[in-house]
């Protein structure tokens, strides 16, 4: 296995272990902590100082953000390289950064709601705010950069719908979050939002790994592509067919009949 192949392979495979730490950190957290309801509280709460194992969290939202850059990079080159892929894997990475933010820029307290007389936040858990806010977005447009760019291609194109379908599904529950409107149960409903598009990135990730790297540059069409232009398969444009000079007898070429 080249050097190259195995690059590829490893970052892949980053998109399986990315789903597999955060969901694993949030799991254990909300089991080790007292008072912490899953159905009212955030996930990020349990990074918080007053958690009472916030480095378990931590290490999920960095894993994660750490594998999601990763992966985008596999994804990219699995599509052909920069040009060809178009901006989604681009977004892919900037959601893996903005979950690194998010990680290491903690929110002040655990509880979503603090006690009575705590008024404020500080800087940092603004930023959080904000980093969260790129992470949504990327849920619900990363997917439909991906559909646009699967449709036509025939290699990728069965995944196109599952692309779109992801998109629509992020924005019903991210809806449904914001609204507020099954609180108390607002917490399970921003699982299942953040728990949807990360199993669609495992499997991704088992495609990709199942496929290999692109072997096309990006200026490099494929075979469909050659044969459409009228190109050889090996990539050689066909040389223009120079008929015969056949004489004022039309016998043969030039020279070839003597009287």
């Known amino acids: 296995m080249g050097k190259g192949n195995a690059r590829y392979r490893l970052l892949a495979a980053c998109g399986l272990a990315g789903p597999v730490v955060f969901t ?17 509280e955030h996930l990020s709460g349990l990074a918080a100082p007053d958690a009472r ?10 894993g994660l953000g750490a594998c999601t ?3 985008g990079s596999a994804l990219e080159n699995a599509l052909g390289g920069r040009r060809r892929a178009g901006p989604g894997p681009a977004l892919v990475r900037v959601a893996g950064i903005a ?45 439909l950069l991906l559909a646009r760019r ?5 290699e990728w194109h069965a995944l196109r719908l599952p692309a779109a379908a992801t998109a629509a599904g992020s924005a019903a529950l991210l809806g449904l979050f914001w609204s507020r409107v099954v609180e108390p149960w607002n917490g399970i409903v921003q699982r299942v939002a953040v728990s ?15 496929r290999g790297p692109g072997t096309r540059s990006p200026a490099d069409p494929g075979p469909v592509e050659r044969a459409a232009r009228g190109s ?11 008929p015969e000079d056949h004489g004022p007898t039309g016998l043969g070429p030039v020279g070839r009949h003597t009287r």
């Open 24 to 40: 694993a950190a949030w799991v254990t957290s909300t089991l080790r902590q007292a008072g912490y309801s899953i159905a009212e």
């Open 53 to 62: 194992d916030p480095e378990i969290m931590i290490a999920g939202f960095v």
């Open 69 to 71: 850059v990763a992966f």
């Open 99 to 143: 979950t690194l933010a998010a990680g290491l820029l903690r929110r002040d307290r655990m509880l979503l709601h603090p006690p009575d007389g705590v008024v404020g936040q500080s800087w940092h858990n603004d930023l959080h705010d904000v980093a969260s806010g790129v992470i949504y977005a990327s849920l619900l447009v990363a997917p």
């Open 150 to 154: 699967f449709r036509g291609d025939q």
């Open 196 to 210: 949807v598009p990360l199993g669609v990135m495992a499997a991704l990730a088992l495609g990709l790994l199942a």
């Open 232 to 242: 050889h398969p090996d990539g050689h444009e066909p040389r223009d067919h120079e």
